[in-house]
């Protein structure tokens, strides 16, 4: 059977927001888009792979077919039955840091999958928006950072066993809900971290976590005031602690100052959600970190320019 192709010349630019995973109690289901934002071009051009990267990553990620834009869109193409043009051109422009927890991964993931779609589509209507939302949070292996990259604000994903895909819900953030992020020097990968979790949990974890998520959604949508005791979590922080010790105590040294503080996806760096007050007099413990106030991302993945039908 032929497979659609995707004509010489086309192009497409996206951008894209960082995110943060888990939110304390929320593993691997709840997400928050952050206002950090990658930028990748893609362009059918030539017969060859070219990739170009400035900022994080660059002299780093590697430039040919196992970068992981590339390797996103070919996912996307497969599911479509679109065959891959033989040149292509991407650039790639990362405010957002790799390893720290800022979902760089899922947001180069979602991107690649964004632009490989509209590259076929033009325009991402609300079906392609699942679409990409679905391949991207496979590839990713949970939906937590991908969802909060497509959608932007807070997020609550799911896998559907009926449609056998990823779907997510986007609650509406309390207005006056925001974020700062403590970012540090140093990085943890992700698969680092999850090898530090156990395969089971108690069922009295298990339950004080899903009392505290779905006491979060009633904080980050009706009542901020409760923030505090709604990022509190049994599932993954303490069982990480000797990955990101300098993180858990800055976590703890924040929660005891009524911060709602938490580590931000599989760590190391630190989020505090809060209304704005709360949020002004925070400051770095030292020069390991660097202080954020990016806010939230109120957008997901955006095509900013096409030149598809
Ligand atoms: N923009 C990007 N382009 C290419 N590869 C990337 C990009 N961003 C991340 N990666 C790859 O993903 C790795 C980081 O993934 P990892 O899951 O460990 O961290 P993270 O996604 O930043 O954090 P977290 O998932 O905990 O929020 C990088 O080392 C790099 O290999
Ligand atoms: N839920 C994931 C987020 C990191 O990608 C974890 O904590 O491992």
């Given at each position: 059977m032929s497979r659609n192709v995707i004509e010489p010349g086309r192009h497409v630019r996206v951008d894209v927001p960082a995110s943060s995973a888990n939110l304390g109690p929320g593993f691997d289901s709840l997400g928050l888009g952050i206002e950090i934002r990658d930028v990748v071009e893609a362009s059918v051009e030539g017969d060859r792979l070219i990739i170009e990267v400035e900022g994080a990553g660059a002299g780093e990620v590697?430039?040919?077919?196992?970068?992981l834009v590339h390797r996103s869109m070919l996912a996307l193409w497969e599911r479509l039955e679109v065959e891959p043009p033989a040149g292509l051109k991407l650039l790639c422009r990362n405010e957002i840091p790799h390893s720290r927890g800022l979902g760089s991964s899922a947001s180069a993931i979602v991107a690649g999958v964004a632009a490989a779609c509209a590259l076929v589509r033009g325009e991402l209507d609300d079906d392609s928006i699942t679409l990409v939302n679905d391949v991207a949070s496979a590839l990713e292996g949970h939906p937590d950072n991908a969802s909060a990259s497509v959608y932007g604000g807070f997020t609550s994903s799911w896998f559907d066993e009926q449609d056998q895909a990823w779907r997510t819900a986007r609650p509406g953030l309390h207005p006056d809900v925001d974020v700062a992020v403590f970012v540090p020097g140093f990085t943890l990968s992700t698969d680092k971290a999850r090898a530090a979790l156990p395969a089971q949990v108690t069922l009295a974890d298990a339950a004080r976590n899903a009392g505290r998520a779905a006491l979060l959604v009633h904080a980050l949508t009706t009542d901020p005031g409760r923030l505090l005791p709604a990022t509190a979590d049994w599932l993954h922080q303490e069982n990480r602690r000797p990955a990101y010790p300098a993180s858990m105590a800055l976590v703890d040294s924040l929660r005891g100052h009524g911060h709602a503080a938490f580590i931000s996806g599989a760590g190391p760096t630190v989020l505090v959600l809060g209304v704005g007050e709360s949020l002004r007099d925070l400051s770095a413990p030292n020069d390991d970190w660097i202080l954020l106030?990016?806010?939230?991302?109120?957008?997901?993945?955006?095509?900013?320019s096409h030149n598809s039908r």
């Open positions: 590697p430039l040919d077919d196992r970068h106030r990016p806010g939230i991302a109120t957008h997901g993945v955006r095509v900013v």
